[in-house]
């Protein structure tokens, strides 16, 4: 992490520390406005860091619960308010052509984390639908039907969750057929027993996949551009003659 980055985590977490919200959601935003840093490294090197500090802290016991809640909800407004940087990100990257629907199972309320991930997403090309916390499994079955998603990411914080979003995965893949359906959150890195590895979402290769993918398409379009400009060049070696004609005609 850079000196600017550290330094930039350290304001916010101390402005929370003070539960001064305001300081902490202008400090974040403004970071990314004046471009001191993009939003990949704001989510990496300072919301996450400083979310799963307030979460150790209060598993401490040195934090109450409602000092965790303000500073969710300040991360909260910090990663709405810097979404158009999300989208401009996205404009500038090649489309995937891909959809994926994002939704926290029955019962699970942790959504920050997935709604970061909806961000990586959108910067790197795919339509993002982000459903949230808690959604009724029917909803997301239905919701996935409507948009004619080619995906469905479901995340999950907390371990006792696992058994059900087991029947959930498999229920979604028998209502779903062709549809990729991946999991992942922090509740994988505690237990993984029972999932394969195809289903638990390695995001950084999907994504990065996607990037070698986008960039062999634009270079095929510049060997594509190369290869007409040639053309065109060609042409041109042959046109005097046609231009000189053109030229006595006028
Ligand atoms: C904020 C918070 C809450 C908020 C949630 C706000 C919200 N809408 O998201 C509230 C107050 C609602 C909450 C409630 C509870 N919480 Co809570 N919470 C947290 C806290 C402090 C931060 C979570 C967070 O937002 N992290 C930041 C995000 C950005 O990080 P992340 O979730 O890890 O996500 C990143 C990656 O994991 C990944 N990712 C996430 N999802 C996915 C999905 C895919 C497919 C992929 C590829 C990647 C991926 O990408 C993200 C970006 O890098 C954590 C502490 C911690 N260590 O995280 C506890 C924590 C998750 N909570 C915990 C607990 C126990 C609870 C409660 C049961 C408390 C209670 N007794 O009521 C309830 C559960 C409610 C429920 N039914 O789900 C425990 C879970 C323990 C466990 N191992 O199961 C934790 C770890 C706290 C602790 N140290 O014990 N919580």
Same mark, same amino acid.
């Given at each position: 992490?850079?000196?600017?980055?550290?330094?930039? !985590?350290?304001?916010v977490?101390?402005?929370?520390? /003070? %539960?001064?919200?305001?300081? +902490? @959601? $202008?400090?974040? &935003? #403004?970071? =990314?406005?004046?471009?001191?840093?993009?939003?990949?490294?704001?989510?990496?090197?300072?919301?996450?860091?400083l979310?799963?500090?307030?979460?150790?802290?209060? !598993?401490?016991?040195a934090?109450?619960?409602?000092e /965790? %809640?303000?500073?969710?909800? +300040? @991360? $909260?407004?910090? &990663? #709405?308010? =810097?979404?158009?940087?999300?989208?401009?990100?996205?404009?500038?990257?090649?489309?995937?052509?891909?959809?994926?629907l994002?939704?926290?199972?029955?019962?699970e309320?942790?959504?920050?984390?997935?709604?970061?991930?909806?961000?990586?997403?959108?910067? +790197?090309?795919?339509?993002?639908?982000?459903?949230?916390?808690?959604?009724?499994?029917?909803?997301?079955?239905?919701?996935?039907?409507?948009?004619?998603?080619?995906?469905?990411?479901?995340?999950?914080?907390?371990?006792?969750?696992?058994?059900?979003?087991?029947?959930?995965?498999?229920?979604l893949? +028998?209502?779903?057929?062709?549809?990729?359906?991946?999991?992942?959150?922090?509740?994988?890195a505690?237990?993984?027993?029972?999932?394969?590895?195809?289903?638990?979402?390695?995001?950084?290769a999907?994504?990065?996949?996607?990037?070698?993918?986008?960039?062999?398409?634009?270079?095929?379009?510049?060997?594509?551009?190369?290869?007409?400009?040639?053309?065109?060049?060609?042409?041109?070696a042959?046109?005097?003659?046609?231009?000189?004609s053109?030229?006595?005609?006028?």
């Amino acid at each position: 992490m850079g000196e600017d980055t550290e330094g930039l !985590r350290r304001q916010v977490a101390a402005a929370l520390k /003070e %539960h001064d919200r305001a300081t +902490a @959601v $202008r400090t974040a &935003v #403004e970071a =990314v406005s004046s471009g001191a840093i993009d939003v990949p490294a704001l989510y990496r090197e300072v919301l996450v860091p400083l979310l799963h500090e307030t979460g150790d802290a209060w !598993r401490a016991g040195a934090t109450t619960v409602w000092e /965790e %809640h303000l500073a969710s909800q +300040a @991360v $909260r407004s910090i &990663v #709405e308010l =810097v979404y158009p940087a999300v989208l401009r990100s996205k404009a500038a990257s090649p489309p995937t052509g891909r959809s994926v629907l994002l939704a926290c199972p029955p019962e699970e309320a942790h959504d920050l984390g997935l709604r970061l991930v909806a961000d990586r997403f959108d910067m +790197a090309g795919w339509t993002t639908y982000f459903l949230g916390a808690d959604t009724p499994f029917d909803e997301i079955v239905d919701a996935a039907r409507a948009l004619g998603v080619d995906a469905v990411v479901l995340s999950s914080s907390t371990h006792f969750h696992l058994v059900a979003l087991r029947r959930h995965v498999d229920r979604l893949r +028998a209502e779903l057929p062709g549809v990729d359906v991946w999991v992942g959150g922090p509740a994988f890195a505690v237990a993984r027993s029972g999932w394969r590895d195809d289903e638990v979402l390695d995001l950084d290769a999907l994504l990065s996949d996607a990037d070698a993918a986008a960039a062999a398409a634009r270079e095929d379009s510049v060997d594509v551009a190369h290869a007409a400009d040639e053309a065109e060049a060609a042409d041109a070696a042959d046109a005097p003659h046609e231009a000189g004609s053109e030229e006595q005609k006028a």
